[in-house]
């Protein structure tokens, strides 16, 4: 797939880049075990896309990444963190492949789920979807939902 067109892909990138993100996801990834690509996905779907996610169509569209993220991304993601401060060259190249691993989930994601952007998105319907992936919920979620709906 690569080369398609993936504006989740480009949802994914804008939001990350906004201030503060980056830390509000990686510290739900490394303390709750939430996949960051599965979270961006189901604020892109409940924003972007208006759609309410359910357990089991969650479920679906992870099973359609889980292998590449067991067997790809984590394995990268592992090596990058190993070489951090041990090589710099090698960490860089370890940082654009997960980069470029993380992209092809994304794209299978897109591809699973099978939704387009169209009006009557929201912030609440991120919220909800996102808290399928965190359960009790998170002072770091609750971040993320404010960042989302431009708080």
Do not use: H
Request: net charge negative; hydrophobic share 45%.
């Amino acid at each position: 797939m690569s080369g398609t067109v993936n504006p989740f892909w480009d949802f994914s990138l804008a939001v990350y880049g906004r201030s503060g993100v980056p830390a509000l996801c990686l510290s739900l990834q490394d303390r709750r075990g939430v996949d960051v690509n599965v979270l961006l996905f189901a604020a892109w779907a409940g924003l972007e896309c208006g759609v309410r996610l359910s357990e089991a169509e969650l479920a679906r569209i992870d099973s359609a990444v889980s292998g590449w993220r067991e067997e790809v991304v984590y394995p990268l993601r592992a090596l990058r963190r190993r070489a951090k401060d041990e090589d710099d060259a090698f960490y860089r190249r370890m940082k654009a492949a997960e980069l470029e691993a993380e992209r092809v989930q994304q794209d299978r994601l897109f591809a699973a789920a099978g939704f387009t952007p169209r009006p009557g998105g929201s912030a609440e319907l991120a919220a909800r979807n996102m808290a399928l992936l965190v359960p009790g919920g998170d002072p770091a979620l609750d971040e993320l939902t404010g960042v989302l709906d431009g708080r």
